[in-house]
């Protein structure tokens, strides 16, 4: 991802807002539907090779990762680490849950989603969502420290109620608890630089 121009990166930000696309010019302006879903990689630097294996120290991490603007990492919502695959990983067995099963299980949160909310979850407005994905107690004050500690924006804070309602609907569909939260929080980390991001610690979770 961070090969592209960082303007270019930039211009994404609207349409992950709000699911369209402005075209402005001199005396005129169009605008497209733009609902996507965006999905993106990147290594951790240039070279590829990250902490241990690039020669060119932190700075080379922090330069390339620097290229993705907070703005818009802040609307990329499921965000993880891919550990390069070792010789051990490729002796292990295949998964016991396979592509099949995890689709049923996708199937069965949208039945569920559809039924509590005409739109999805990603989509469906504020009001809605403060509604139905308020958590208990334990989730509510994990979510406060949270965004002290991370300093999560008005939007990483909704983000994060979005996802975690989505996370109990794949666990069954009950109310937004503690782990829900957890588990959301653990999906957005910033990468403002090399070093390692913030971590909210949930014993609750593993
Ligand atoms: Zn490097």
Redesign the pocket.
């Known amino acids: 991802m961070p090969e592209f121009n960082p303007q270019t990166l930039d211009a994404l930000r609207q349409p992950l807002e709000t699911g369209e696309v402005t075209v402005a010019r001199a005396n005129h302006h169009i605008t497209y539907p733009a609902r996507v879903q965006l999905v993106a990689a990147m290594n951790p ?6 902490a241990g294996q ?3 120290g932190p700075r ?2 922090s330069e ?1 990762q620097g290229r993705l603007s907070g703005p818009l990492l802040d609307r990329i919502d499921l965000q993880l680490d891919v550990p390069a695959v070792t010789a051990a990983d490729l002796a292990l067995p295949p998964p016991h849950e396979g592509t099949a099963e995890v689709a049923a299980r996708v199937q069965a949160a949208r039945e569920m989603q559809a039924d509590r909310c005409p739109v999805l979850n990603a989509v469906m407005d504020q009001a809605t969502l403060e509604r139905v994905a308020l958590p208990d107690a334990p989730g509510q004050a994990l979510l406060s420290k949270a965004a002290t500690a991370l300093a999560l924006s008005a939007r990483g804070y909704h983000r994060t109620l979005r996802v975690a309602r989505t996370i109990a609907d794949l666990d069954g569909g009950g109310g937004v608890r503690r782990p829900h939260v957890a588990e959301a929080l653990s999906f957005r980390r910033i990468w403002a630089s090399a070093q390692a991001p913030p971590v909210v610690r949930d014993a609750t979770v593993s």
């Not at 630097?45 to 990250?50: V, Y």
């Open positions: 630097c240039r070279c590829g090779g990250g690039c020669r060119r080379c991490a390339y």
